[in-house]
């Protein structure tokens, strides 16, 4: 587990894509919390994990080493005080900003996903572009050499090439927000297996094997000092790998 930054009221770690954050009825064990309580002996309750993040997403992660500083920092996630930085991988042109407000729900029909819904809790997302970036003819025939010439025809139909580097910025802090809302607008996160679409997802999973969402960068600010503090994490190796097999 790396460690980003830490002193004596905090601690900030680059967790890998993987590793679950809590425990729950599906995983009791080997979880973010359990490696904080045995090997950085933090006694508090989740381990004194301030916010979550999804088991396939990498990136920093916030956690408090005292009951002071736990509730401090839960306390400016909750009047939204925090800045969340992320960057995701998407198909398709995306403009060069833009924001989504749309609330979040469980889908009624598939319990274990969540959806936009009128009845849901607010949530903001605004995002940036980094870059557009395309797949050309070399990476896709070597990728897909097992295609036959309609279904490669069919994948040029329907842009499989074109995808768009993003920076995007929760202002709320809802399940599975990111990826919700970027397939709200169809631009569904590469390789993402719940929002993705079965079919496109097993055509990601060729060159890019679990979703492209990372958590680039924290601010908060520091609840001893208070000082405005800002901690980055830089794009793993399976991700920078993914996008070498794309060009600008």
């Known amino acids: 587990m790396k460690v980003i930054f830490q002193d004596d009221d905090l601690l900030v770690l680059d967790k890998p894509a993987g590793l679950v954050v809590d425990k729950s009825n599906t995983q009791q064990a080997d979880t973010l919390e359990d490696i904080l309580k045995k090997d950085f002996n933090i006694k508090l309750k989740r381990g004194g994990i301030v916010h979550r993040l999804d088991k396939d997403t990498s990136g920093v992660i916030l956690v408090a080493k005292t009951q002071v500083a736990l509730e401090n920092l839960q306390a400016q996630f909750k009047e939204r005080k925090t800045k969340k930085e992320y960057l995701a991988l998407v198909h398709g042109f995306v403009e060069s900003l833009g924001k989504v407000e749309g609330n979040i729900g469980r889908n009624p029909i598939k319990r274990g996903k969540f959806t936009v819904l009128d009845e849901g809790k607010e949530a903001v997302t605004e995002y940036r572009l980094v870059k557009h970036l395309t797949m050309d003819n070399g990476h896709l025939?070597?990728?897909?050499?097992?295609?036959?010439?309609?279904?490669?025809?069919?994948?040029?139909?329907?842009?499989?090439?074109?995808?768009?580097?993003?920076?995007?910025?929760?202002?709320?802090?809802?399940?599975?927000?990111?990826?919700?809302?970027?397939?709200?607008?169809?631009?569904?996160?590469?390789?993402?297996?719940?929002?993705?679409?079965?079919?496109?997802?097993?055509?990601?999973?060729?060159?890019?094997?679990?979703?492209?969402?990372?958590?680039?960068?924290?601010?908060?600010?520091?609840?001893?000092?208070?000082?405005?503090?800002?901690?980055?994490?830089?794009?793993?190796?399976?991700?920078?790998?993914?996008?070498?097999?794309?060009?600008?």
């Open 141 to 248: 025939t070597n990728t897909f050499s097992d295609l036959n010439k309609i279904q490669m025809r069919k994948l040029e139909r329907m842009k499989y090439n074109e995808f768009t580097l993003l920076r995007c910025f929760p202002k709320t802090g809802r399940t599975h927000q990111i990826r919700v809302h970027l397939k709200y607008i169809n631009h569904p996160i590469v390789s993402d297996e719940i929002y993705g679409g079965k079919k496109i997802v097993r055509l990601d999973h060729r060159w890019c094997l679990r979703q492209f969402l990372h958590a680039a960068k924290i601010g908060f600010y520091h609840p001893v000092s208070g000082n405005w503090t800002e901690v980055e994490s830089e794009l793993p190796e399976d991700l920078k790998e993914a996008l070498n097999k794309l060009n600008e």
